[in-house]
């Protein structure tokens, strides 16, 4: 007779996360390293008795978090696995309803940013008989639908355990997709609230330690016969690095390559800090953010190697950039290789770098050097808009980039992940992070959280714009709660900086766009708000410094710094020369409209899309 151990499913499924384990390179990580969780009715005698029953602290097993909103949760969650470069994540337990739908916007982040997170929210009895219970959706169409169904399309693997049966292959499934470099994202197992509590006889082989080996597959032999070709044949060449050259750890391989080719390296969002930014290949940040350096070789370039990068419209600006180049495309996900009708490789993006290392090719002379001066000239660019004597957004970036040297800058929406993108310099793959594939206000503070507990040796520098921290400023509390130290830089302008400017370019007049109270011709331009946010920071129990200028802005920082706690530094920008964009991005103007600023705006639109190379 088998061995078996009597659990409940919820039991069961607490055990077997902490005996899972990710390895790559012949080291060992946690795969689930903590659970973060609210409860509700839904996953308290559930969920929440499992984790209290190996003791509830941060020594257990598989360490409790409180958070304190399930959509912050995801984010930190998140956080915390891109920061670990997709070996380790957390899992993330909510209640029925509300709880779990509060999940579904971090699970599209996770999921479009393609990082791993577990998300266990509770469901609707499996029995039915007390049906509708409490938050049940009742759909009359069919009992089988529950809120839990909106977590579908924005997982990589959902699935609903509606009997203990069904747990052990649900699992495997589940920790295979998290560590699959080429699948993984969000996945959901939808508990319901009996079945969490339903004891079951479960082999011990479920709970042996099980290691999941994160695979670096190799290029083909054929496609990398068929890349060196190209290569060969390029003379204008441009690597474009993202995230995935940062999660495969090729950052070392990609150096090496671009060094011996002479080839430029320009970076996306998710890619940025791949090469140290003085790397004499480095030409920055490349798209609708990016420098004048990559954006101009990219309308140059012949042959476009995107390296780990999903070729999203702030890279690509919206197909408008790309002029005269072909596409080799290294990646681990055969749906992004072959995006714009690439040549591809299949591949882990450092096994690939170090495959086609051995061709003999080299770019022309020319165009290196050319990169370089471009490189150089940016970086004279940049260091103008750092040197303002006045605060404005760049000056404030300026001092921290400084003081934050050797920390994580960590930021999402608003204005500011453009301004970062093209100036900030950074010296090591972990030092940058943006989350731009959802580009979502309120991830600053909650992804912070997850930063810092995934690299508790590193500063975490969060920047969070007015708009982002009024969405989502309560995780400042779990923070607090777990001695977490976070330097919070809050940058007031008064509203939505970018999306002003992006009003006003399309004709749109700023609606809505600046927090202000209800004017007498019933706008919304009158009186500024009364809303005091540093005082909003402190009662969530950080500390709070002002800066006023770049001087007290310094000496807060280093303040900030030096103390082991949470603390918000609270800064008033005011408008100034920051860096435009050098490339386009396609945001569909009206066609007809009353306004003259409308129609000006649809004239440079269709002006605009006429370099677009559309579908391919
Ligand atoms: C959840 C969410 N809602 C809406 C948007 C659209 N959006 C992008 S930036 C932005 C304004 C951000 O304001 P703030 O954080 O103050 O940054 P600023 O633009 O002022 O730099 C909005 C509304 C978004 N990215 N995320
Ligand atoms: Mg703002």
Same mark, same amino acid.
């Given at each position: ?6 659990? /409940? ?15 790559? &390179? ?19 005698? @559930? ?24 959509? *912050? ?36 982040? *996770? ?12 469901? =609707? ?23 839990? &169904? ?39 197992? #939808? ?8 004891? !079951?006889?479960?082999?011990? %082989? ?14 083909? /032999? ?8 190209? $290569? ?14 940062? !999660? ?107 495959? $086609?290392?051995?061709? +003999? ?21 940049? +260091? ?15 001092? $921290? ?33 943006? %989350? ?12 912070? $959280? ?8 590193? %500063? ?39 999306? @002003?400017?992006?009003? %006003?370019?399309?004709?749109? =007049? ?11 011709? @019933?706008?919304?331009? @009158? ?15 950080? &500390?709070? =410094? ?19 706690? /949470? ?5 008033? /920008?005011?408008?100034?020369? #920051? ?31 006429? +370099? ?5």
């Amino acid at each position: 007779m088998r061995n078996t151990t009597r659990l /409940t499913v919820a039991q069961a499924l607490v055990r077997f996360l902490a005996q899972q384990w990710t390895e790559r &390179d012949g080291v060992e990580h946690r795969l689930i390293a903590g659970c973060l969780g609210i409860f509700g009715h839904g996953n308290v005698a @559930g969920v929440g008795q499992a984790l209290a029953e190996q003791g509830a602290g941060t020594h257990d097993p598989l360490p409790y978090y409180l958070a304190r909103n399930e959509q *912050a949760m995801v984010h930190t969650a998140v956080g915390y696995a891109r920061q670990s470069d997709r070996l380790s994540t957390l899992a993330c337990t909510s209640s029925i309803g509300p709880g779990a739908t509060n999940m579904v916007t971090g699970a599209a982040l *996770a999921t479009i940013n393609r990082l791993p997170v577990l998300l266990l929210p509770g469901d =609707l009895f499996a029995t039915r008989v007390a049906s509708p219970v409490l938050q049940e959706l009742e759909d009359p169409r069919s009992y089988d639908v529950s809120v839990n &169904d909106c977590l579908k399309p924005v997982s990589r693997f959902w699935d609903r355990i509606n009997r203990p049966e069904q747990l052990p292959a649900a699992l495997l499934a589940a920790m295979r997709v998290l560590t699959d470099p080429a699948e993984t994202g969000a996945v959901t197992l #939808a508990l319901p609230q009996d079945v969490q509590a339903e004891a !079951y006889d479960w082999p011990e %082989e479920l709970f042996a330690r099980r290691v999941w080996r994160v695979a670096r597959p190799v290029p083909e /032999t054929a496609a990398l016969a068929r890349a060196a070709e190209l $290569l060969r044949g390029s003379r204008r060449p441009l690597i474009v690095a993202g995230g995935g050259v940062k !999660y495969s750890r090729a950052c070392a391989e990609l150096a090496r390559f671009a060094g011996r080719h002479g080839v430029p390296v320009a970076e996306t969002q998710a890619g940025k800090g791949a090469l140290p930014y003085d790397h004499p290949c480095a030409v920055g940040a490349i798209g609708h953010t990016g420098t004048r350096a990559a954006d101009t070789l990219a309308r140059e370039a012949d042959l476009v190697i995107g390296i780990g990068t999903r070729y999203s419209d702030f890279t690509t600006a919206s197909r408008t950039l790309f002029r005269q180049a072909g596409f080799l495309n290294v990646n681990v996900a055969a749906f992004d290789a072959a995006k714009h009708a690439a040549e591809t490789l299949v591949a882990d993006a450092r096994e690939a770098l170090k495959a $086609l290392d051995d061709v +003999d090719w080299r770019a022309d002379p020319g165009w290196t050097s050319r990169a370089a001066e471009l490189a150089a000239a940016w970086q004279a660019e940049t +260091d103008r808009f750092y040197g303002g004597t006045e605060l404005t957004q760049p000056v404030v970036l300026g001092v $921290l980039n400084e003081v934050a040297a050797g920390g994580v800058v960590v930021n999402a929406a608003g204005s500011m992940p453009g301004d970062l993108h093209r100036l900030w310099r950074a010296s090591d793959p972990g030092q940058y992070h943006v %989350e731009y594939g959802y580009s979502c206000m309120g991830y600053e503070i909650a992804g912070g $959280l997850g930063v810092k507990l995934a690299a508790p040796e590193r %500063e975490v520098f969060v920047l969070v714009g007015d708009g982002s921290y009024l969405m989502m400023a309560q995780e400042i509390a779990t923070a607090v709660q777990e001695g977490v130290k976070l330097v919070i830089v809050l940058v007031d302008n008064q509203g939505f900086a970018s999306i @002003g400017a992006l009003s %006003e370019s399309v004709g749109a =007049l700023r609606l809505g766009t600046a927090y202000r109270k209800r004017g007498p011709g @019933g706008r919304l331009d @009158g009186e500024r708000l009364p809303v005091d946010l540093a005082a909003n920071a402190a009662s969530l129990g950080a &500390d709070v =410094l002002t800066a006023a200028d770049p001087q007290t802005l310094r000496a807060a920082l280093a303040k900030a710094v030096a103390s082991p706690r /949470t603390t918000v530094v609270y800064v008033e /920008t005011v408008p100034g020369p #920051a860096p435009a964009a050098e490339a386009w991005w396609d945001v569909p103007v009206a066609e007809v409209s009353g306004l003259a600023e409308a129609r000006a705006a649809r004239e440079r639109y269709d002006e605009a899309k006429r +370099d677009q190379r559309p579908y391919l």
